[in-house]
Each structure stands twice: as structure tokens, then as C-alpha cells.
């Protein structure tokens, strides 16, 4: 059965954050983190990775690019983490397919 994982990015990163002293300070510095270390997950795993940040109070229509094999998506304007997820998960689904969401909310 393929495995995707589904990653709120911001999310994650803030949850890290409070318990961990040793991330990066610059929030750049930290997504790259973050992205290294789902990179690592997926190639230990074989499970997909998809990560998604906030974009929702930046003006523009969103972005997806890959980055270490991992599928990274900022939302588009107005539009939350949350809520892309959401659509993601829908789109992706499948009879034989597990989807897992990570976040802190």
C-alpha cells in the first residue's frame, strides 16, 4: 500500500521550536531544516513526503516546487496550511493509499 504523509510545515516548525534549542534562528534557514530532515524521513521510509507552508498574508497565487524530493507547496493568497491540506488529502486520495497528516493543531 503506497503511504503519503502530508506536513504542516509552519506548524511543525513551531512545535519544534519550543523543544528544541538548536534550529536555526533565520525562518528561511528553518524551512530548509525542516525539508532536510522530511528528505531523510522519505528516503529511510519510502513514504511521500508533501510539506506545506502558510502563505495565506502573502500576496500571489501559491508555489509548488521540489526540494530534496520532497513536494513543497506555499499556499496562495488567503488561503491556510489547513486548508490546503484538506484539498490535497481529497486529491490524493485513493483505495489503496494511506494518508498521513502532521500537525500540531
Not at 534562528?25 to 519510502?46: F, P, S
Amino acid at each position: 500500500m503506497e503511504e503519503i504523509l502530508l506536513v504542516d510545515g509552519y506548524n511543525i516548525i513551531g512545535a519544534i521550536g519550543e523543544q528544541e534549542g538548536s534550529l536555526p534562528e533565520d525562518l528561511e534557514d528553518r524551512r530548509d531544516w525542516l525539508i532536510e530532515k522530511l528528505a531523510e524521513y522519505q528516503g529511510y521510509t519510502g513514504i511521500k513526503v508533501y510539506v506545506v507552508f502558510d502563505a495565506h498574508s502573502v500576496t500571489g497565487i501559491g508555489k509548488v516546487y521540489k526540494q530534496h524530493q520532497i513536494e513543497v507547496i506555499y499556499t496562495k493568497e488567503k488561503e491556510t496550511a489547513d486548508e490546503r491540506i484538506e484539498r490535497l488529502a481529497k486529491e490524493l486520495k485513493r483505495v489503496k493509499r494511506r494518508i498521513y497528516v502532521a500537525t500540531s493543531d
